[in-house]
């Protein structure tokens, strides 16, 4: 079973940016996508970038494109996400997942493996 943890996040005023990282220990080949996700207080989660281990294009939602930047290092032991022009709209609890999927890929409900998340807040 893979375990993911995450780390970096932070308080950061509106305009900066913050890295995520993910430690990812036990993948196979079991999984496909590695991915964030985010979840503010009151909401359900959504989908912010997600990459194929496969070594394709990742997917970015529409709120993350053109801020952020996903990857994966090759032997798929560490996922980041590198978010700039952060805004208040972005504080949430961040997540990495993996899971093998099929359909759309930011769909959080289709992954299965998850992290315990790390929290961003963004003061304006």
């Known amino acids: 079973q893979v375990q993911l943890v995450e780390s970096g996040g932070g308080s950061v005023q509106a305009g900066g940016s913050l890295t995520l990282s993910c430690a990812v220990s036990?993948?196979?080949?079991?999984?496909?996508?590695l991915g964030w996700f985010r979840q503010a207080p009151g909401k359900e989660r959504e989908g912010v970038a997600v990459v194929p281990t496969s070594g394709g294009l990742p997917t970015y939602a529409g709120s993350a494109r053109g801020r952020s930047t996903i990857s994966v290092d090759s032997a798929r032991t560490t996922l980041l996400l590198q978010m700039n022009s952060l805004e208040h709209e972005d504080t949430a609890m961040y997540y990495c997942?993996?899971?093998?999927?099929?359909?759309?890929?930011?769909?959080?409900?289709?992954?299965?493996?998850w992290g315990q998340g790390t929290q961003v807040t963004v003061s304006s």
């Open positions: 036990g993948y196979n080949y079991n999984y496909n996508y």
């Open positions: 997942a993996a899971g093998r999927i099929s359909g759309w890929v930011l769909n959080p409900a289709l992954y299965t493996a």
